[in-house]
Each structure stands twice: as C-alpha cells, then as structure tokens.
C-alpha cells in the first residue's frame, strides 16, 4: 500500500491506533494533495487528524481561513465515513455560513502577510449573526462537548485494515 510519502508499507503490521500514531507524526511533512493519492481510509484519518490538530490550536475561525479550510468537504466525508454525522452536519453548517475558500481568499487579499498577527475580524466582514452562530455550532462540536471521535476512527481503521 501507498503510504503519505510515496513510499510502500506494510499497512496490516498496524492496528487503528497505531496507524493514527504513525500519522500523526508524519503527516506534516507532506502536503494535502499528496494525501489524496492515499487510500480512503488514510485520508480519514489524515484529515481527522488535521482537523483536530488545527481546531486545538486555532480554533474553528482560523480553520476556516487556513489552507486545510479548502479541505472542508474531505472532513466532513472523513466525519460520516467513522459514523459520526452529528459533527459531520455541525461543520457543514459552519462551512455553509463561512465558506472555507471565500474565507481563506478574503484573507490572503487583504494588505496583511500571510504570517502576520491579525484577527478574524481584521480579514473579514462578517455579520455579527452570523458570527454568533458560527460560535455556537463551534461549542456543538466534538472537541467541545466532550466526545471521544478516536474509538470510532480507531475502530474504523481497524475494519479497514482487517479488508486490507
């Protein structure tokens, strides 16, 4: 099997969680569209991952504005393929009310580097209902309701594995 770097790997020597370990280390160092040459169920999990990783530390405004913010529908089939549609249907509705790629190009023709320290309100005209519910769907969330998504990405991959 084809593994995020181009190289072949032996994917039955890993069970779900493993695998999620291994891909969590090396995941950064290879772009998104390198993932999508990947099995389905490694672009699950990579994009599980990502997500997670940019909502923990970002939060969903800057998700929307970065660049794994035009991956929105891959993480969004990534939610319903491990069977968790409630967040699946909450990250739809947030992309629904601030679309990803409308986000992410208002931010980057603004007069602001890419690097630069600016706030999402800096970068966007937003209505404030608007924000407000993006705020609320956000705290509908996993991350913030306290739901565990990692049994059933492990027990997804597990499955995926066993077929492989």
């Given at each position: 099997?084809?593994?995020?770097?181009?190289?072949?790997?032996?994917?039955?020597?890993?069970?779900?969680?493993?695998?999620?370990?291994?891909?969590?280390?090396?995941?950064?160092?290879?772009?998104?569209e390198q993932w999508l040459k990947c099995a389905d169920f490694i672009q699950v999990a990579?994009?599980?991952?990502?997500?997670d990783t940019e909502l923990t530390m970002e939060g969903i405004f800057t998700f929307l504005?970065?660049?794994?913010?035009?991956?929105?529908?891959?993480?969004?089939?990534?939610?319903?393929?491990?069977?968790?549609?409630?967040?699946?249907?909450?990250?739809?509705?947030?992309?629904?009310?601030?679309?990803?790629?409308?986000?992410?190009?208002?931010?980057?023709?603004?007069?602001?580097?890419?690097?630069?320290?600016?706030?999402?309100?800096?970068?966007?005209?937003?209505?404030?209902?608007?924000?407000?519910?993006?705020?609320?769907?956000?705290?509908?969330?996993?991350?913030?309701?306290?739901?565990?998504?990692?049994?059933?990405?492990?027990?997804?991959?597990?499955?995926?594995?066993?077929?492989?």
């Amino acid at each position: 099997m084809r593994w995020i770097d181009g190289n072949e790997i032996d994917i039955k020597q890993f069970t779900g969680e493993s695998l999620c370990d291994k891909l969590a280390v090396e995941l950064w160092g290879n772009d998104y569209e390198q993932w999508l040459k990947c099995a389905d169920f490694i672009q699950v999990a990579s994009f599980l991952i990502a997500f997670d990783t940019e909502l923990t530390m970002e939060g969903i405004f800057t998700f929307l504005e970065n660049s794994i913010g035009h991956y929105a529908p891959n993480i969004i089939q990534a939610f319903r393929a491990i069977g968790d549609n409630s967040d699946a249907d909450i990250l739809e509705e947030i992309c629904r009310l601030a679309p990803p790629d409308i986000m992410r190009g208002e931010f980057l023709s603004g007069s602001n580097q890419e690097y630069d320290i600016t706030t999402f309100n800096d970068n966007h005209e937003m209505k404030e209902e608007v924000e407000a519910r993006i705020i609320e769907l956000n705290e509908q969330l996993y991350l913030n309701r306290g739901f565990d998504i990692w049994p059933l990405l492990f027990a997804y991959l597990d499955k995926q594995i066993e077929k492989w």
